[in-house]
C-alpha cells in the first residue's frame, strides 16, 4: 500500500462543485461520483496501471462538495454517497427581499436622473426580477453539455452594475434605460448561451418583457 497526502501537520481541501451533474448511464451509476464515493468509503484507489494494482492511500483530505437541486442536467446523488456529508441546505431568497435591495441601490444612484427614468426603476426590477425566474426556471437548464448554464444573484448584479455606470446625460428616457438593460441582459446571460434555440428563447423573453 503506497501512502500520498499533503505534509505533516497539514490538510488538504478538495472542492467538488456540480456533484450530481454527472449523466447517468445504462444501469443508473454516476460513474465519476461512484471513484469520490470509494475514496470517501475507503480511502483512496486501486493503481490499475500498475501489474500488482496497489492500493493507493490518500490522506488528510478533506473532501467538499456542492450541488443544487435535481432537474434539467442534475440527478439524484445516491444515499450511500450522501451518508458520507454533513449537509448544509439554505432556501432561495424572496423575490420582495431582492426587490428591497436592488431598489435602494438602483434609486440611490438615480436620484438625479429625471423623473421619467426614476419612475421607469421599480418596473424596470420587476422585469428583471421575473425574466431572472424564468432564466432559473425555464428551459436554460445546466445539462452536462450546457454546464455552465448556471445562474444566480450574482447576475442580476453585474446586470444592474452595467445599468448604473451611465450617467444623466447619455440615460435622458425610459427608452434609453430599457435600450441599456436589454443590452446588459444580453451581456450577461445572451453571451453565455450556446445554440440558437436557446438564444430564441431569451430574445422572446425580453421581448415579451419590453
Known amino acids: 500500500m503506497r501512502v500520498y497526502g499533503p505534509p505533516n501537520g497539514k490538510r488538504f481541501i478538495i472542492f467538488v462543485d ?9 444501469y443508473g451509476a454516476q460513474p465519476p461520483v461512484e471513484l469520490l464515493r470509494q475514496f470517501a468509503d475507503h480511502g483512496g484507489w486501486y493503481d490499475r496501471d500498475n501489474k500488482e494494482k496497489p492500493f493507493n492511500r490518500l490522506v488528510d483530505i478533506i473532501l467538499v462538495t456542492a450541488m443544487g437541486p435535481p432537474g434539467g442536467g442534475r440527478s439524484e446523488v445516491t444515499q450511500r454517497m450522501q451518508r ?7 432556501t432561495d431568497m424572496a423575490f420582495e427581499a431582492i426587490t428591497v435591495i436592488f431598489k435602494t441601490i438602483i434609486d440611490a444612484f438615480y436620484f438625479n436622473f429625471n423623473t421619467e427614468v426614476r419612475k421607469a426603476v421599480d418596473t424596470l426590477i420587476e422585469c428583471q426580477l421575473e425574466v431572472y425566474d424564468n432564466v432559473l426556471n425555464g428551459p436554460l437548464k445546466p445539462t452536462p453539455n450546457k454546464s455552465h448554464y448556471t ?5 442580476i448584479s453585474k446586470i444592474f452594475g452595467g445599468c448604473v455606470i451611465v450617467n444623466n446625460k447619455t440615460v435622458r428616457s425610459n427608452v434609453e434605460l430599457l435600450r441599456l438593460w436589454i443590452h446588459e441582459n444580453n451581456r450577461v446571460f445572451g453571451d453565455r448561451l450556446n445554440d440558437n434555440p436557446d438564444r430564441k428563447y431569451m430574445e422572446d423573453l425580453l421581448l415579451e418583457k419590453t
Open 18 to 26: 456540480d456533484l450530481n451533474m454527472p449523466m447517468k448511464e445504462e
Open 84 to 90: 458520507q456529508f454533513n449537509i448544509l441546505t439554505y
Open 151 to 155: 445562474f444566480n444573484l450574482r447576475d
